[in-house]
T-cell receptor, first 114, second 115 residues
Framework: AQKVTQAQTEISVVEKEDVTLDCVYETRDTTYYLFWYKQPPSGELVFLIRRNSFDEQNEISGRYSWNFQKSTSSFNFTITASQVVDSAVYFCALSDLTGNQFYFGTGTSLTVIP | GAGVSQTPSNKVTEKGKYVELRCDPISGHTALYWYRQSLGQGPEFLIYFQGTGAADDSGLPNDRFFAVRPEGSVSTLKIQRTERGDSAVYLC?????????????FGPGTRLTVL
């Protein structure tokens, strides 16, 4: 069975602090894809990153970085020097072998306090 | 270019009524997905179209839910005999290629409220 767990329901940080959002997944597939999406208050989900199961290299994009560790089935997301505009709900998602379905976690609501 | 659009943005209906929710995907995108998002939850997969055909409808909760995409572009999600538990935001997403490995572009959603 496919499952994504985001144990952190809500996080509040003060602007300029770093914050890490946790994501743990379960799958029996050897080939799968992991994603992070951002859902700002406007409601529209915005794609942030895709990672396939064969690529464990960490990735950095500006203030965002992702740490993929197959050994612990985790795909954590770090925002460095957080800004108020980062306030949103962040979803981690898993795509199964067929690629037809996405399995989303329950999301982490991040509030950045000015 | 235009993104994914969904109409209406809000729909209020009474229990037992029939509703249709529309999705206009990004032009040229062959893959289209419907999701349902309840308050405080992540999107829940409902159905996936590749072209005109439903490639995977395993997420539809019961036979009151049905979706079509007759010309491989616009899709309509239809809910018969609505129940209060159907209240949620219904999200549509499209992708340029088959399968979920590619980035999905989401619409703003339709908020359905069943009274």
């Amino acid at each position: 069975a496919q499952k994504v767990t985001q144990a952190q329901t809500e996080i509040s940080v003060v602007e300029k602090e770093d914050v890490t959002l946790d994501c743990v997944y379960e799958t029996r597939d050897t080939t799968y894809y992991l994603f992070w999406y951002k859902q700002p208050p406007s409601g529209e989900l915005v794609f942030l990153i895709r990672r396939n199961s064969f690529d464990e290299q960490n990735e950095i994009s500006g203030r965002y970085s992702w740490n993929f560790q197959k050994s612990t089935s985790s795909f954590n997301f770090t925002i460095t020097a957080s800004q108020v505009v980062d306030s949103a709900v962040y979803f981690c998602a898993l795509s199964d072998l067929t690629g037809n379905q996405f399995y989303f976690g329950t999301g982490t609501s991040l509030t950045v306090i000015p | 270019g235009a993104g994914v659009s969904q109409t209406p943005s809000n729909k209020v209906t009474e229990k037992g009524k029939y509703v249709e929710l529309r999705c206009d995907p990004i032009s040229g995108h062959t893959a289209l997905y419907w999701y349902r998002q309840s308050l405080g939850q992540g999107p829940e997969f409902l159905i996936y179209f590749q072209g005109t055909g439903a490639a995977d409808d395993s997420g539809l909760p019961n036979d009151r839910f049905f979706a079509v995409r007759p010309e491989g572009s616009v899709s309509t999600l239809k809910i018969q005999r609505t129940e209060r538990g159907d209240s949620a935001v219904y999200l549509c997403a499209s992708s340029s290629n088959a399968g979920g490995h590619n980035e999905q572009f989401f619409g703003p959603g339709t908020r359905l409220t069943v009274l």
